[in-house]
C-alpha cells in the first residue's frame, strides 16, 4: 500500500491503473478505523483492481463548536488497518493540498440538507461534506464510491449531488457495522466513558423496540422513545423519515428511516434504521 499526499501524486497512480484497465474503488473517510470503515474497505477491494482510501478530517463539515480539534487522529494505525484489507493507496492530504489559499467554491444541496443533522449540527455540516467529496471525486475519478448506510442522510445528499451535476460515479452504501450489543460503531464512541458506554446502547435498543412495533402495527414513535426515556436519553431528534426524500412521514407506506441522533456523555451519537413498507 503506498500513502499519498499530494492530488499529483494520487492523479498518477490511478492513470496507472487505468492504463492497465484496473476500475477504481474510492472509500472516504476521516479516519480512526473501525469494522465499519474496513467492510467498505472489503467491498471495494471485491469490486475494482485499484482501492482507493482518502483520510482526512475535513475541516469544512465541522462547527465552530464541535470536535475537529479533538477528533481521534492515529494515521500509523489505521495505515496498518488499511493495508490489511488489501487498500491500493491511502490518500491522507494536508488541509493546504485540499483547500489551498484562495478556494471559494462551496457545493449546496437544497432540501434534504435542511433537516436532521442539517439543522442540528447547522448548513456548514452537508456543505462541508457535499464539497469535499466532490473535490475527491475529482481528484480521484472513482467508477464507485463506498459509503456507510449509518450516516444515512449523507449517501443520500451524495447521491443527490452526483446526480444533480451528472459526476458519473456510482455510489455504494453499506450495511450499519455494529458492536455485539447493537451499539453503531463510529470514530466517536473512543468518547464514551464506561457509564455512557452502556447507556449509549438505548439508541439501537430503541430502533429495535420500532421496529418490533412496526411489525405489531403499534406506534412506532412512542416505543424508540421509551426505550431512550428509561436510558435517561432526551433525543435531539428522533424521526421517522421517507427513505429517499426525507420528508416527515406518519405511516409507513413507504420504506421509511427512523434517525436519531443524541448526547451520550461526552459524544454525538446517530443511528438509524429502515423499516419496510408496512404490507397493505
Ligand atoms: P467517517 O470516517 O466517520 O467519516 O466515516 C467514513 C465512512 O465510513 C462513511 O461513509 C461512514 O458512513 C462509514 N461508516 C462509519 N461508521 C460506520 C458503521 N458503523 N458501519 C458502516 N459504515 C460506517
Do not use: W
Request: aromatic share 4%; charged share 25%; proline share 5%.
Amino acid at each position: 500500500m503506498r500513502i499519498l499526499r499530494t492530488i499529483a501524486e494520487v492523479r498518477a497512480a490511478v492513470g496507472d491503473a487505468r492504463a492497465e484497465g484496473r476500475t477504481v474503488g474510492l472509500v472516504p473517510t476521516m479516519g480512526a478505523f473501525h469494522e465499519g470503515h474496513l467492510s467498505l474497505m472489503r467491498e471495494a477491494r471485491m469490486h475494482h483492481g485499484l482501492v482507493v482510501v482518502s483520510l482526512f478530517v475535513n475541516p469544512t463539515q465541522f462547527g465552530p463548536n464541535e470536535d475537529l480539534s479533538t477528533y481521534p487522529r492515529d494515521e500509523t494505525r489505521d495505515a496498518a488497518l488499511a493495508e490489511s484489507v488489501g487498500v491500493d493507496i491511502l490518500f491522507a492530504p494536508d488541509p493546504s493540498e485540499i483547500y489551498p489559499d484562495g478556494f471559494a467554491t462551496t457545493i449546496h444541496v437544497a432540501g434534504i440538507t435542511e433537516v436532521l443533522d442539517g439543522a442540528s449540527r447547522g448548513a456548514h455540516h452537508f456543505d462541508g461534506v457535499a464539497t469535499v467529496v466532490t473535490k475527491l471525486f475529482g481528484i480521484v475519478r472513482p467508477d464507485c464510491a463506498y459509503f456507510g448506510q449509518k450516516d444515512a442522510q449523507q449517501v443520500l445528499v451524495v447521491r443527490r449531488v452526483v446526480r444533480d451535476l451528472d459526476l458519473g460515479v456510482r455510489i455504494v452504501a453499506c450495511p450499519i457495522v455494529r458492536e455485539p450489543d447493537g451499539l453503531a460503531m463510529s470514530s466517536r464512541n473512543v468518547y464514551l466513558d464506561a457509564e455512557a458506554r452502556a447507556q449509549a446502547t438505548a439508541l439501537s435498543r430503541a430502533l429495535d423496540a420500532a421496529e418490533i412495533a412496526h411489525a405489531a402495527g403499534d406506534s412506532i414513535l412512542p416505543a424508540a422513545l421509551a426505550v431512550l426515556a428509561e436510558a435517561g436519553i432526551d433525543p435531539e431528534y428522533l424521526e421517522l423519515r421517507d427513505a429517499e426524500t426525507l420528508a416527515p412521514v406518519e405511516r409507513v407506506d413507504h420504506d421509511a428511516l427512523l434517525l436519531v441522533a443524541a448526547r451520550v456523555g461526552a459524544a454525538r451519537l446517530i443511528d438509524n434504521h429502515l423499516l419496510r413498507r408496512s404490507p397493505a
